[in-house]
Every structure is written in C-alpha cells, then in structure tokens.
C-alpha cells in the first residue's frame, strides 16, 4: 500500500525556520510529482509547492517563494520542504500528496495519495 508520511512540524517563533519530511513508500514515485499543501482553520486547502521526481522541476505558491524550499532524496524516497522566514500566516496542517500525472500539480483534484498532515503553528 502506498503511504506517506510527514513529519517535522511544531511550535516555531516568527521568523523561524522548520524542516518538513514526507516519507514515500509502496511504489516507485518515478513519473510522479510530489506536493506539499496546507489546510488552515475555517480556509481551504492550498498548494505550497510541488517537485517532479525524476526531473527535480519545481513550482510554488506566490505566498511563500522565496521562504520555501523543497527537495527530495530519492535514496531515501522522502521529499522535504525546508520553510525559512516563518510568519503566522503559514500557521496550517500541512499535507504532502503525489501525483501520477503532472496535469493539475497545483490543484488537489490533481493528486492520487495524501498523507495525514503535520502541524505547524507560527507563534510568539
């Protein structure tokens, strides 16, 4: 079965930074694009960034270039989302998802598995 799972997240000052881990497993992520999206309360759920896996392209949401960086260790079949500069505003549980096809990256009708989500609370 195909599972992932996130870590990382937690309680971090304004300004702060945190590092996302989503573990892959279950299948080859070959051909997929990964996806990172949050879900504050009362809001919908939006996307924060993506990378194809084989070719390492990325995307991101206007809201957080330039603070967010994602990567993936393909010995480690686990994607990150390095997040700098922390504003309340990210306060959200975070979701990381794959994608079989590269269509609706930025969507999440898009995606074909999804984590359980790991919180993240931006505070001082």
């Known amino acids: 079965q195909v599972q992932l799972v996130e870590s990382g997240g937690g309680l971090v000052q304004p300004g702060g930074s945190l590092r996302l881990a989503c573990a892959a497993s279950?299948?080859?992520?070959?051909?997929?694009?990964m996806g990172w999206f949050r879900q504050a309360p009362g809001k919908e759920r939006e996307f924060v960034g993506a990378?194809?896996?084989?070719?390492?392209?990325?995307d991101y949401a206007d809201s957080v270039k330039g603070r967010f960086r994602i990567s993936r260790d393909a010995a480690k079949n686990t994607v990150y989302l390095q997040m700098d500069s922390l504003k309340p505003e990210d306060t959200a549980v975070y979701y990381c998802?794959?994608?079989?096809?590269?269509?609706?990256?930025?969507?999440?009708?898009?995606?074909?598995?999804w984590g359980q989500g790991t919180q993240v609370t931006v505070s001082s």
């Open positions: 990378i194809r896996w084989s070719r390492g392209n990325k």
């Open positions: 279950g299948r080859s992520f070959d051909g997929y694009a």
């Open positions: 998802a794959a994608a079989a096809t590269y269509g609706l990256i930025q969507s999440t009708r898009g995606y074909d598995y």
